[in-house]
């Protein structure tokens, strides 16, 4: 069973920083990608970064390259997305997912395994 938590959500000014974090109870063999998505109200869904936990793979949404870093620490089984130079336009829920695959993407389809989502709301 994979449970996924996410926290560090918040209300800032364009040009700030926030770190996401989220906490994973994931089974003890095998290793996952372990991404981050947003989604703004009537948007889509859009992967903003991904990190494979056995090393290797990473991902990121070109909007958030240079800006967004996603990760982990595997043996607190946490993973953390770093937000700097935040954008209003980078308002909204923002969600951890899992996937037992080795070549993390920012298809949501991949995913199999969900948080309930932290809101991050950038101000102008």
């Known amino acids: 069973q994979v449970h996924l938590e996410e926290s560090g959500g918040g209300s800032v000014q364009a040009g700030g920083s926030l770190r996401l974090s989220c906490a994973a109870s994931?089974?003890?063999?095998?290793?996952?990608?372990m991404a981050w998505f947003r989604q703004a109200p009537g948007k889509e869904r859009e992967g903003v970064a991904a990190i494979y936990t056995g090393g290797g793979s990473t991902y990121y949404a070109d909007s958030v390259k240079g800006r967004f870093t996603a990760s982990q620490n595997n043996a607190k089984n946490m993973l953390y997305l770093q937000m700097n130079s935040l954008k209003p336009e980078d308002t909204a829920m923002y969600y951890c997912?899992?996937?037992?695959?080795?070549?993390?993407?920012?298809?949501?389809?991949?995913?199999?395994?969900w948080g309930q989502g932290t809101q991050v709301t950038v101000s102008s």
């Open positions: 997912a899992a996937a037992l695959h080795s070549v993390c993407t920012g298809d949501y389809s991949l995913y199999s395994y």
């Open positions: 994931l089974d003890t063999y095998g290793h996952y990608c």
